[in-house]
């Protein structure tokens, strides 16, 4: 399982001391299980200037923790320095000893958890293994359905159609014991044709909307996903282009293409969803619900 393949180390912040960086903050690091690289539907002037997941989460969570006053909080006093350490899980790269990390966090894919492909198969139950020894999770669109499917879920094309660009999610009485603060309703960026019909054993529904019923759900402790993308709302760019590609190859109705574009550079709620995860892995839920 863990560590049976040699990983990819693209660690972001230059630690001093285990578990300091120069400013003596304490850092966080984090595991990123990259789903895509992005590099292939994307040209490459513009993979060059945006980069792929890994780095969109990077620059998205280095601009929240840069902006102390959106995530203080009694758990987190300080705002964290943050490690990021990519591993392409389709290459079959995973972390040769999780325990090095404060959490993993799985990324966005144009593939389907339900394609059958071995790196996907792999995935499963890697995520599986996490679930058995408490590693805090994240999962953003395909993490997020990907740790539903691992864990007794089930994942299926979304009977409601697909959600691209700028949609609302609607926070559940659960969301509003876990959340802090919690919202009435957040803004993000989507990019999905599948969806999570089946909630897996332990995991509460925290928001909901009209086209996809489980918008983010969480587990005790232990996982915490958000169907949207924070990530893409820090650079629109990335979702533009990839609107495009799913126009160039039918993956998506016209008409919704041609919303998804009208509506890239409305404001959303990414911020806060970074919060969130921020508060997760810092332990700050540990005690709702």
């Not at 799985?106 to 679930?131: F, M, Q």
Request: charged letters at 25%; glycine letters at 6%.
């Amino acid at each position: 399982m863990w560590g049976s393949m040699a990983r990819e180390e693209r660690d972001l912040v230059l630690e001093v001391e285990e578990g300091e960086d120069e400013m003596g903050r304490r850092v966080m690091k984090l595991a990123v299980l990259e789903c895509e690289r992005l590099q292939e539907h994307l040209a490459p002037a513009v993979f060059h200037r945006t980069g792929g997941y890994l780095q969109l989460l990077e620059n998205a969570f280095t601009h929240v923790v840069s902006h102390a006053s959106t995530i203080l909080h009694p758990q987190i006093n300080v705002p964290p320095s943050l490690s990021f350490t990519g591993f392409d899980v389709k290459a079959g790269e995973y972390p040769k000893d999780v325990a090095e990390f404060d959490g993993v966090l799985i990324t966005g894919s144009l593939s389907g958890v339900y394609d059958g492909d071995a790196w996907i198969h792999r995935l499963l139950n890697e995520i599986r293994e996490l679930d058995k020894r408490r590693v805090k999770t994240v999962g953003i669109s395909f993490g997020h359905q990907a740790i539903a499917q691992a864990l007794g879920g089930h994942v299926a094309r979304n009977p409601k159609g697909s959600e691209v660009s700028v949609r609302r999610a609607w926070v559940t009485k659960a969301g509003e014991q876990v959340f802090l603060p919690s919202l009435k309703e957040f803004r993000l960026h989507y990019h999905h044709n599948d969806a999570i019909l089946k909630l897996p054993p332990d995991f509460v529904n925290l928001a909901s909307n009209n086209v996809t019923e489980f918008q983010s759900i969480y587990k005790r402790q232990q996982f915490l996903t958000f169907c949207g993308h924070p990530d893409y709302s820090h650079n629109i760019e990335v979702l533009e282009k990839l609107l495009e590609y799913d126009r160039e190859k039918l993956w998506v109705p016209e008409q919704l293409v041609e919303y998804g574009l009208e509506t890239l550079s409305q404001p959303t709620d990414y911020e806060w969803v970074i919060k969130q995860i921020l508060l997760f892995y810092s332990g700050a839920f540990d005690k709702s619900l």
